[in-house]
């Protein structure tokens, strides 16, 4: 199975753009449909968006839609959140996971437990 090492995390101010990733390794990276969630201290880990295997499917949270882009790159095993206009709830711990159910080639998936590969998180802090 693939492993996940998400990057591009950082400091920002309110306004701002930044494009995370996560690159994979050690497996297929086509067979799996990939997704964003992020966890703020306190509270639980909630869904950001969601991207089928094939890429051409995507589903996004009400409070992000329309601000952040999911995308993905198979040649490069990569998975790209997109996000503009950050603002301070926005500041979280961010991951990547990798989907349990790969049958399917054009599902997308919101809840956590359809995710069964975690990456180890990247920290975004958005300063008003």
């Known amino acids: 199975q693939v492993q996940l090492v998400e990057s591009g995390g950082g400091l920002v101010q309110a306004g701002d753009s930044l494009r995370l990733s996560c690159a994979a390794s050690g497996g297929t990276f086509s067979s799996y449909p990939m997704g964003w969630f992020r966890q703020s201290p306190g509270i639980e880990r909630e869904f950001v968006a969601g991207?089928?295997?094939?890429?051409?499917?995507?589903n996004y949270a009400d409070i992000v839609k329309g601000r952040f882009t999911i995308s993905r790159d198979n040649a490069k095993n990569t998975v790209y959140l997109q996000r503009n206009s950050l603002k301070p709830e926005d500041t979280a711990v961010y991951y990547c996971?990798?989907?349990?159910?790969?049958?399917?080639?054009?599902?997308?998936?919101?809840?956590?437990?359809?995710?069964?590969?975690w990456g180890q998180g990247t920290q975004v802090t958005v300063s008003s």
């Open positions: 996971a990798a989907g349990r159910f790969t049958t399917e080639y054009a599902a997308t998936y919101r809840y956590p437990n359809q995710y069964n590969i």
């Open positions: 991207l089928s295997r094939s890429g051409a499917n995507t």
